[in-house]
């Protein structure tokens, strides 16, 4: 039997999708997964569940204790609130709905051991759910270069990072450094508790997050912008094979 993979879903105006769909003038928002995350579900072996992003997440546990693990999506920046701190202005669009949504079902899964693998935004809110900080923009707090891609194809390698020697992370990719393709302006600060910081660029900015139990993984990069891909795609098999 296929595993079944809650995906959560980003919260955004309909401006996004314009060119797509154009209802005219309003505030509608649009709950919406980029179908590439289903699509490596699917090939790993799993079968998806798409889920709502709603502020009060209590009646979701129904269908949260079906899903045999989680993956958690990217989206738009996390809210500074969130983890104890005022806006700079560098942040873009923030969405505290869905920020205290996706935490709510993380912790929903941390906290009964099921698998999550979280990328991009997913890690940086999976790092807040348990207490830990981000910076809002690493250009400026960090002095480092920008890592926000532009301009760059989305599929293709920017960077390297340099995985923990023991980590589960070096464990699904069988290296200790792999190259990926991050494409943020935010990134983790400090480590929410229970979780270690296990690969960073060259730059020193942190790439990956462990936490408790069998499979509790969050990449900053894009692993599902590169399938099919015989590197990158070890991660989804690994999850969804921790997820049976």
């Excluded at 879903?9 to 309909?14: G, K, M, N, V, Y």
């Excluded at 969130?82 to 869905?98: A, F, I, K, R, W």
């Amino acid at each position: 039997m296929k595993p079944l993979i809650a995906i959560t879903s980003s919260l955004d105006s309909q401006d996004i999708l314009k060119e797509a769909w154009d209802r005219g003038p309003g505030s509608h928002l649009l709950m919406h997964v980029n179908e590439t995350y289903v699509r490596c579900v699917v090939d790993a072996g799993g079968m998806p569940i798409l889920l709502p992003t709603l502020e009060d997440t209590e009646g979701l546990e129904r269908l949260l204790d079906l899903a045999d693990g989680l993956l958690v999506t990217g989206g738009a920046d996390v809210d500074p609130a969130s983890y104890g701190e005022v806006d700079s202005g560098l942040c873009g669009p923030v969405s505290p709905v869905q920020d205290r949504s996706d935490m709510s079902i993380i912790r929903h899964f941390v906290e009964r051991g099921r698998p999550v693998l979280a990328i991009c935004r997913g890690m940086q809110v999976m790092d807040v759910a348990f207490g830990g900080t981000l910076y809002q923009d690493v250009v400026s707090a960090c002095g480092v270069a920008d890592h926000s891609g532009k301009g760059m194809d989305a599929s293709g390698v920017n960077h390297d990072v340099v995985l923990e020697e023991g980590s589960l992370l070096a464990s699904v990719f069988g290296t200790s450094s792999l190259a990926v393709n991050s494409f943020h302006h935010q990134a983790v600060k400090t480590a929410g508790a229970g979780f270690s910081i296990t690969a960073r660029s060259a730059d020193g900015l942190v790439e990956a997050i462990e936490g408790p139990g069998q499979f509790t993984l969050g990449v900053q990069w894009h692993p599902e912008k590169m399938h099919p891909n015989p590197v990158q795609d070890k991660l989804f098999a690994a999850f969804v094979e921790a997820c049976r």
